[in-house]
């Protein structure tokens, strides 16, 4: 017998081959008709894997998940998954299937197929996966060991699984297996008891994907779908869908003429900012500036590159250089010496003596000097000899931090209680090489200027300090109209050892976050075992005016740096103590936050931030005279404004301010020039009637003084969780 817990507290026996299924079954039929997945002693699993695997517990808890579990959701979306591969497989030759995921809201499968699916060939797919649905037939797990997964594979003519088990599983013992109908495919699971539970889904878009997202790979198809358990949620999902479609920053950006990314002129993620995207990014970056400039933070410049002796002072490199961009050497044979290191600090012993040979004789012909280099020499000796010889070069590395350069800045000078806290800040242009995979628009760059500020405090300044950072934060959210966030705390895994710093000021600092974060009354959740190696941090996670989620703002406390750089100050008892660093940006990076916000606004800027903020309408030719005199009044008081003196007629002149989501238009005719006035056109409300130029500038100057938000369509659309990646390979 088996003793089940179930969450309300009671426990049931059950015999030994019994399912959750069944514990379902012995509650009420009901039950036992909308169980969709379970959790058995806290894993995910099929309603139909029998209890007995887990009988070391007991009582066993079972917790049975019914369509109203968000992880029931991601259950079904991956069956689904493989109900669409089913019908791929009937309508098409020769199908490799890959991997077949869960993202969030969306599934989907890597196929390798000669030939090419489009989104016209959906309709069909869909069709075929509405017959397999309608057989309800069920999801059936079996285990079998290597060789005879191996040939099953083989016999299956699924290739790409017969590497996976060789290279990704090569630990397994045992793998598991679905059947559903004549459909059999290696996976983890879990699944729906059977096809029946899937209500409601729609095929989204195909891209194109390489196996296991290496380039040098096979190409394959990736087809993405969605699931719901109802149709009203998946008319409201793809309702949603369509708005973000509309939102999208890329096309926004293009259309509005705000940036421009080139892959084959520029490069892939360098961003160019064209006038308008630029002038937003300058208002916003003054804004800040100024408020910096309140709170007391002193500027500072630091170049865009670095000796790569400072990243591995300050472990930067080579740690992350897989992100890096490859070093700069200042002498021919830099590179070479420099892959020569990595690959005799490579586990694999990559390099054969016949390799070294060759390396020798090219460093030579590059004119290096590797007197020093002894092939016979331990390999110890011999990274040695070849460091000590880089340690002589110049070699640089394209800023990937600005970090580094603002603890040289802090070291730059003796420093005593009194400097401290010492706020550095600076927009710093930074470079990260993301894969071009991850590459997105404004949001994922290679290239992007964070807005950047390294705090050098005591720790008893720190709750002081994080506080006034969360009320900036908060400060620069609300003034862009983002008003819905919560903060995400993540604190250190209690009885671990990799964290650097003193429990004590572990303790202490953590403490503090949280009374600043209580004390401010923002929403705010704990993480535990999430904060960095170095240091305790806040996130801010805010939700746009359609209820996706974005990480924008980060504070993070840092105890490893000042370390690493033997960063000190004299204290009131006249001995050196080491400070510690907060790294703080309420943006995160000028290209991200600006991406978002075309997004939340649809690229209708509210007035304050606008690219273009006035357009003067003349009438006619006859008041261009007083269209300009107008103009010149608004430029004068700071306005961004420009005047259409096209032929055109009034009304094609107000469509296309219209179109170019300008926020007011001033028209002038006869009258308006007659009594020195202006009729003003609000881009949201329409006609407000004519006004003294006085008063229209007043009111506006107000407008932006106070940064007024009111573009902002709030959506009636709910927010969709987004749920973690959910993965289903091994
Ligand atoms: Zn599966
Ligand atoms: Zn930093």
Not at 163 to 178: C, M
Not at 366 to 382: I, T, V
Not at 568 to 589: K, L
Not at 610 to 624: D, F, G, N, Y
Request: one cysteine or more; a negative charge; aromatic letters at 8%.
């Amino acid at each position: 017998m088996i003793d089940v817990l179930l969450p309300d507290g009671n426990t049931i026996s059950m015999s030994d081959d019994a399912t959750s299924l069944d514990v379902a079954m012995g509650i009420s039929a009901g039950l036992a008709r909308v169980v969709v997945a379970a959790e058995v002693d806290g894993n995910l699993v099929d309603a139909m894997a029998p209890l007995e695997q887990w009988r070391e517990t007991q009582p066993l808890p079972i917790k049975l998940l019914t369509e109203r579990d968000a992880a029931a959701l991601s259950v079904m979306r991956h069956s689904c998954a493989h109900v669409m591969a089913r019908a791929v497989m009937r309508l098409y030759e020769g199908v490799s299937l890959a991997f077949g995921p869960v993202r969030g809201n969306v599934f989907y499968y890597d196929f390798g197929l000669d030939q090419q699916i489009g989104e016209d060939d959906f309709p069909a797919i869909e069709q075929e996966m509405k017959k397999i649905v309608k057989e309800k037939e069920p999801f059936e797990q079996f285990l079998l060991d290597r060789e005879q997964a191996t040939a099953l594979c083989r016999d299956l003519g699924q290739e790409l699984k017969v590497e996976h088990i060789d290279t990704g599983l090569a630990e397994h013992e045992q793998l598991g297996f679905y059947r559903q109908g004549e459909f059999v495919d290696l996976c983890r699971g879990p699944h729906v008891p059977n096809a029946g539970k899937i209500k409601a889904f729609k095929l989204l878009s195909v891209a194109g994907a390489y196996w296991k997202g290496d380039a040098k790979n096979r190409q394959l198809q990736r087809i993405y779908g969605t699931a719901w358990f109802s149709k009203q949620q998946l008319k409201d999902y793809l309702e949603l869908v369509e708005e973000q479609k509309r939102r999208d920053h890329r096309v926004l950006g293009k259309k509005h003429g705000l940036f421009h990314i080139t892959a084959e002129r520029v490069g892939s993620g360098l961003c160019l900012w064209l006038p308008k995207g630029a002038t937003v990014r300058s208002i916003l970056e003054g804004f800040l500036r100024d408020e910096m400039h309140k709170r007391g933070y002193r500027p500072v410049y630091t170049p865009h590159i670095g000796r790569v002796e400072l990243y591995e002072t300050s472990g930067h490199f080579p740690y992350y250089r897989d992100s890096q961009f490859t070093p700069l050497f200042g002498q021919e044979a830099g590179q070479l010496v420099d892959s020569w290191v990595n690959r005799l600090s490579d586990e694999g012993d990559s390099l054969t003596a016949d390799d070294e040979r060759k390396l020798c004789e090219a460093a030579k012909v590059l004119g290096a000097d590797l007197e020093k280099y002894d092939e016979n020499a331990s390999k110890e000796d011999r990274i040695a000899a070849l460091k000590q010889w880089e340690s002589r070069q110049e070699r640089y590395l394209v800023k990937p931090m600005n970090c580094p350069h603002h603890a040289e800045i802090y070291r730059s000078q003796p420093r005593s209680y009194r400097d401290l806290p010492l706020r550095l800040f600076e927009f710093g242009t930074v470079y990260r090489h993301e894969q071009t995979g991850e590459l997105n628009g404004m949001l994922r760059v290679r290239g992007l200027t964070q807005d950047d500020a390294h705090i050098f405090c005591t720790q008893e300044q720190v709750e002081d300090e994080f506080r006034a950072t969360i009320e900036l934060t908060q400060h620069v959210l609300e003034s862009v109209g983002l008003s819905d966030y919560h903060v995400q705390l993540s604190l250190r895994e209690p009885n671990s050892d990799k964290y650097v710093g003193s429990d004590e000021n572990w303790a202490k600092a953590e403490s503090a976050l949280r009374r600043v974060l209580v004390e401010s009354k923002l929403p705010f959740s704990e993480q535990e075992g999430e904060a960095a190696f170095y240091g305790p941090k806040a996130d801010f996670l805010v939700r746009d005016c359609i209820g996706r989620q974005w990480q924008l703002g980060t504070v993070q406390l840092d105890y490893n740096l000042p370390e690493r750089f033997q960063l000190e100050y004299v204290g009131t008892d006249n001995q050196p103590h080491r400070p510690v660093m907060i790294h703080r940006a309420p943006f995160g990076s000028m290209e991200r936050f600006i991406g978002v916000l075309i997004e939340h606004f649809a690229a209708a800027f509210p007035l304050w931030l606008a690219p273009e903020q006035l357009r003067v309408l003349p009438l006619s030719e006859k008041t261009e005279a007083y269209a300009e005199e107008v103009r010149q009044r608004f430029a004068a008081a700071g306005f961004r404004v420009t005047t259409d003196v096209r032929s055109a007629k009034v009304q094609a002149k107000i469509r296309d301010a219209q179109l170019e989501l300008i926020p007011y238009m001033l028209v002038v005719g006869p009258r308006e020039a007659e009594n020195g006035q202006v009729a003003v056109r609000d881009r949201i409300d329409g006609d407000l009637g004519a006004v003294s130029i006085d008063e229209a500038l007043s009111r506006l100057s107000e407008e932006v003084r106070e940064r007024r938000v009111r573009q902002v369509a709030e959506s009636k659309l709910s927010a969709f969780s987004e749920e973690d990646e959910e993965s289903n390979e091994y």
